[in-house]
């Protein structure tokens, strides 16, 4: 399938599901009523009921001295002017009795994809949503533990924290500009918490939007192949930031941080398809990361990437 294929469904507003990849180059789409012959499981911005923690999972990490070689050569790269905010991910070996139908079942996320016996994602960060020929997008960039006294103060008075969300609220409004007049920041930094496993989470988000007209259906395509890959888990400026992650991160990124959504011939609505596992020959890996700025630490940019990797 092309994104093309999404023009012509959406001409004829055949409502589909869509998969695409980090790098835009692997595209699935699946018709609505083809979903149970595909063995396919979504569920997009439900209210869900938060279920117990109860699985144990055990996890084998990229040392630390191994993820700060990567990380400090993000800072010279940064310090040459080729990146300011890159999205460092890294997959880390987990152990789990739970089967990735199992996971997908029991999981607390309102973007929610099981694709076959591949992989499942269980996704709190929304991609965009168009209605009423409005187009939305809400870049989530800042995570702390909930736990942490005053975090919701912490995190929002962090100077670091705040220089790469005001980049990458900066690079979504730049996109949606190609696809979209009359863009504008709706709301800027609010806070949502997220069940991770045993603890909790808050994530920083804002919202963004834009008009993209009444044809909007006859180029979804077109509108999806402009934004991808998703600027929160790439970076700034993308075309040079994607060239360093190709040569830093050493493993294939795949369908983690890719987009998923779901067209029902009035409106579109996707998230980022991150929290993610993939089920390999040698057994399950967890892809998880976290954006890099000059002012980044390294011990804690590497605590985070941890963090991320939990069952719902």
Not at 55 to 60: E, V
Not at 183 to 212: C, P
Not at 246 to 255: A, P
Not at 288 to 309: C, H, N, Q, R, W
């Amino acid at each position: 399938m092309t994104f093309d294929d999404l023009n012509s469904f959406g001409k004829k507003k055949e409502p589909f599901l869509f998969i695409s990849d980090f790098k835009a180059q692997n595209l699935k789409v699946i018709p609505l009523d083809k979903l149970q012959e595909n063995d396919v499981d979504f569920c997009i911005d439900k209210n869900y009921t938060v279920k117990p923690h109860i699985d144990f999972l055990q996890k084998r990490p990229l040392d630390f001295s191994d993820y700060k070689k990567k990380f400090d050569y993000v800072i010279e790269r940064i310090k040459s002017g080729e990146t300011y905010l890159l999205n460092l991910t890294q997959p880390t070996d987990i152990n789990t009795q739970l089967s990735l139908k199992e996971i997908y079942e029991r999981a607390n996320a309102h973007y929610k994809l099981r694709y076959r016996d591949e992989f499942v994602c269980f996704s709190p960060e929304k991609f965009i949503k168009i209605k009423d020929d409005k187009i939305h997008t809400y870049p989530m960039k800042g995570t702390i533990d909930a736990s942490i006294k005053d975090a919701k103060e912490v995190i929002l008075n962090n100077k670091k924290e705040m220089a790469e969300h005001i980049m990458v609220v900066d690079l979504l409004r730049n996109d949606l500009c190609v696809v979209a007049n009359d863009v504008k920041v709706e709301e800027f930094r609010y806070i949502t918490e997220i069940e991770a496993g045993d603890k909790k989470l808050l994530h920083v988000s804002s919202h963004i939007s834009g008009d993209v007209g009444d044809d909007w259906h006859d180029k979804i395509g077109d509108i999806l192949n402009s934004l991808l890959p998703a600027g929160s888990i790439s970076g700034a400026p993308k075309k040079s930031t994607l060239d360093i992650i190709g040569r830093v991160e050493n493993y294939e990124r795949g369908f983690f941080s890719g987009v998923f959504g779901v067209y029902d011939g009035k409106s579109l609505d996707s998230g980022v398809m991150i929290r993610f596992i993939e089920k390999t020959k040698s057994g399950y890996i967890y892809k998880s990361g976290g954006g890099i700025t000059l002012d980044s630490d390294a011990k804690s940019e590497y605590d985070e990437l941890l963090d991320k990797v939990y069952l719902p």
